[in-house]
């Protein structure tokens, strides 16, 4: 089993940061990607960054230019910068991460429990 754990969630003013953080740890042979997404109230889980082995990241359009999504693979962690923050960004947010497994050779997909990012004056 793999467990993600997201941290660094909080209430922030507009126009302020943030920095999440996300630990994978558990039968971990290799990771794959690694991505962050959002749910808000009423609303579906959408997609917010990824990050591939080889470091290649995409964004949803919604934060690019805002967001930063970067990885350390040495210590299987996955991290978001948020600058400049709207009130829209509000969300819990999730991170996800697809590799391989130590245990069995097999393959892995595990989401984190969410960390809750509030925007508000």
């Known amino acids: 089993q793999v467990q993600l754990v997201e941290s660094g969630g909080g209430l922030v003013q507009p126009g302020g940061s943030l920095r999440l953080s996300c630990a994978a740890s558990g039968s971990i042979a290799s990771i794959n990607a690694m991505g962050w997404y959002r749910q808000a109230p009423g609303k579906q889980r959408e997609f917010v960054a990824v990050i591939t082995s080889g470091d290649n990241t995409d964004y949803a359009d919604s934060v690019k230019g805002r967001f930063t999504i970067s990885r350390d693979n040495a210590k299987n962690a996955l991290y978001l910068q948020m600058n400049s923050l709207k009130p829209e960004d509000t969300a819990v947010y999730y991170c996800?991460?697809?590799?391989?497994?130590?245990?069995?050779?097999?393959?892995?997909?595990?989401w984190g429990q969410g960390t809750q990012v509030t925007v508000s004056s």
């Open positions: 996800n991460a697809a590799g391989y497994s130590d245990y069995d050779g097999g393959p892995f997909g595990s």
